[in-house]
């Protein structure tokens, strides 16, 4: 390179560059350091260096004389603030040769706005952790234990921070739920499959307990591997109450073991939908959910887990669903979920949405490495389809066709 080009790469560099003797007198400096500096000089004038950054870097000089090497840096990324300044910059000294140093002066109003940024979200995150009162949120190392814990995890668990922080997560379970192995079933799932959740019996510091929905998920590196969890329990001790409520009533049109809606009950609706639909012209989607492998899997691990396993499916599908929607278990271990107003293709996203939340599902207790999924068949009513029995038998098709291409698959019927 030639020295004309050296000249104006020095003055031209987006950098501020400052050649400098060891008294801090500057033997020249380029725009961008002029430009840089400008807010910290008090004359307008960048004739000394050390002066002229005094007021917030006072030792500059003392470390430039205490440093004895021949070459080498003096000061790597000193940020300076210049006084009523919201943003400063970085100072780099480094000494090229004896009685000779140049300063490195870079722009550091991209990290005051990004310090902004995260103080803001910051202020933000700590509104909803005060607001939200049924939900703790905390965070794990990558070993489980608790490593941040906030207010609202604190009211939920009545666990002060102090006494948890350092802890296992299976401080926060009952002594049956699974303890140890429950923790690194859970965590190594979400680290697999980036989240999973689950239904279980949460603890509190004095040893009652709680239900609580809990979703799990995984931090990760720039590599890709997890480093932490965060965890977010609902308590969900009201809506258990009414399900278990529900069920204890002997004339309700609600699933005894599920809270949903009873085989009658749900065809009753479904009927009713049917003729709306035709009459008026208006989509109407069904999804059928069946289990993949239930008979094999309850006679593997017992009647109590294939309640559970039950339960879980109705709640998926429930969490899932909207409002207008109507979850109903319509035989042994089948679901179906009536969609109104909604065409085949939103049945197959909803449907999809379950699929996968179930596969990332981790049972409870004794069941937490037990894995299951969902055969899902989408039907919608067209013109071929006049009534319920119809409408069931093509969206039985469907679950067919999904468990011959091997399961845990969403098909729709579109014959």
Known sequence: MTPEALLDLFLLSPVGLVDVDEHGRVEVANLAARRLLTPFTKTGSLDDLFNTLADVAPELPARVRSFNGPRGIIVDNLELLAPGQHSGVFLSLMRVSTGRNVAVITDASSLASARGLVSRLEQRFNAVLGAVREYAIYTLDSEGRVDSWSSAAERVHQFGGGAIIGQSM???????????????????????????????????????????????????????????????????????????????????????????????????????????????????????????????????????????????????????????????????????????????????????????????????????????????????????????????????????????AGMNLVVGYDD
């Open 170 to 404: 299976s401080a926060l379970l009952p002594p049956e739920h699974g303890g140890a192995g429950y923790v690194t079933e859970t965590l190594a799932l979400a680290a697999r499959n980036g989240w999973c959740e689950e239904e279980g019996y949460r603890q509190r510091e004095d040893g009652t307990t709680f239900w609580a929905t809990t979703v799990v998920t995984a931090l990760r590196d720039a590599s890709g591997a997890a480093v932490g969890y965060s965890v977010v329990s609902h308590d969900a001790s009201e809506r258990r109450r009414l399900e278990e409520q529900l069920r204890d009533d002997a004339t309700s049109t609600t699933d005894y073991l599920t809270g949903v809606s009873a085989r009658r009950a749900f065809f009753d609706v479904a009927q009713s939908e049917v003729a709306r639909a035709r009459r008026y012209g208006q989509p109407l989607t069904l999804l059928l959910v069946d289990p993949d492998r239930f008979r094999d899997l309850a006679d593997q691990h017992g009647d109590a887990f294939a309640n559970e396993w039950l339960r879980a499916i109705a709640w998926v599908c429930r969490q899932e669903s909207r409002t207008t929607d109507v979850v109903g278990r319509i035989g042994g271990e089948a679901f179906g979920v009536l969609l109104p107003s909604t065409e085949l293709s939103g049945g197959l996203v909803l449907a999809e949405r379950i699929r996968e939340r179930m596969a990332r599902y981790v049972f409870a207790g004794d069941f937490t490495a037990v894995r299951t999924t969902l055969s899902v068949g989408v039907a919608e009513v067209t013109e071929g389809i006049t009534g319920v029995d119809a409408l069931l038998a093509t969206a039985n098709t469907a679950v067919s066709r999904a468990r011959q």
